[in-house]
């Protein structure tokens, strides 16, 4: 009996395994007009008052996004933390069937939540620059994940 449900749950999370690899990649929107520089990347080793485990990876970076330029939509495993140093950006986030819209412009600040999928636009005439700190990032995996258009925000 255990040997029986062992394999239908191995086989049901193959099924799972090769439909993410064959399905994600044809509906990932794409990011244009965006330069992603890490800046910095580290291993968690402290017992600080945030609540991060030890071994956590935390990743630093400098996006810049071009006037009319997107990010495509996207998640991040472990949230992000963003500064605007210069420009202004409009979100786009998928909340539960619904489109929620949020702009940020130089010298604000803004959470996104683990798993939380946006698109993020360049609305206005200058670049933006954001400096993004990415808590949490799975050991060996990327900060950022491609996602599908949610199909929540019409027109993005």
Known sequence: MKRTVRWAL???????VLMAVTLAPGGATAPVGLTNTTLAAGRNVSDGTIP???GTNIVVAQITVSPGGSSGWHSHPGGAIIVVQEGSLTVYESVGGQCEIARYSAGQ???ERPGEVDQV?????VPYTLYVTFPRVPAGALARTDEPNPGTCPGI
């Open 10 to 16: 191995l086989s049901v999370g193959l099924a799972g």
């Open 52 to 54: 991060l485990k030890g």
């Open 109 to 111: 600040a803004f959470v």
């Open 121 to 125: 636009i360049n609305t206005g005439t």
